[in-house]
């Protein structure tokens, strides 16, 4: 997705599996917040669409965690650094 806006690879690999392969598994491919989507290129970057703003980001961030250790018992940790005004 380097031809789009994006936020770039948001997670850690966990051991054992890829972060993108364990966000495809559940089913979270093009789901979105906002502007902001999760690529279908590569499951672990988030698209801007359009006007996405940081909070679709976080909050788009905060979802993919949480399906995912409901779904694989997985806890993903963040690649990127998330800096507060």
Known sequence: ???EKNVGCIFKNPKN??????I???????????E?????????FI???N?????DVLKLISHIKKV???KKNITLIEEVK???P
């Open 1 to 3: 997705p380097m031809n």
């Open 17 to 22: 599996t890829s972060a993108k392969i364990l």
């Open 24 to 34: 495809d598994e559940c089913s979270l491919i093009n789901y979105k917040i906002g």
């Open 36 to 44: 902001a989507i999760i690529s279908e290129v590569h499951p672990n």
């Open 47 to 49: 698209i801007n669409e």
């Open 51 to 55: 006007k996405a703003t940081s909070k």
């Open 68 to 70: 995912v250790k409901k």
């Open 82 to 84: 998330v800096i507060s």
